[in-house]
């Protein structure tokens, strides 16, 4: 099974850091969404063709593990990474690289669930995500 992975440049506005010029913990969890938006672009899972389908697709897990500030004026990467499960759950990996020397920044996880448009947890991969895993082999 090949590995599911897309990469996104992340630009640091200056409302992202604080006055040592570090970016604010709390940005991470935007650009783990920036990841999972180009991700869905790449691979035709996106939030919108969630909506299409009947569904909604919450966080319900998230974790981030920084190893060493980002700066104002940086340009780092986030690569993130499918983890297939059979359970009805999509889950990611994040990590965050400098682009100068490709030094680990952060990692980080995140694993969302579906609900129908009525809000109930749907406990069963729904058709669509069946279609889209054996698209790619999962």
């Known amino acids: 099974m090949m590995e599911l992975k897309a990469s996104k440049e992340i630009e640091i506005r200056f409302s992202e850091v604080d006055m040592m010029q570090v970016v604010w913990h709390g940005a991470y969890a935007l650009y783990f969404e920036d990841a999972r938006e180009a991700f869905g672009a790449k691979y035709g899972l996106s939030y919108m063709g969630y909506l299409d389908h009947g569904y909604f697709a919450p966080i319900v897990e998230q974790t981030i593990h920084y190893k060493k500030p980002i700066r104002y ?41 579906f609900m129908d448009m009525k809000y109930n947890l749907v406990w069963e991969n729904p058709e669509f995500y069946l279609e889209w895993k054996r698209k790619y082999d999962i």
């Open 73 to 113: 004026g940086m340009k780092p990467r986030i690569d993130i990474i499918y983890r297939p499960t059979e359970a009805a759950k999509i889950v990611f990996d994040y990590e965050i690289y400098d682009t100068e020397d490709e030094s680990l920044i952060a990692t980080g996880h995140s694993v969302q669930v």
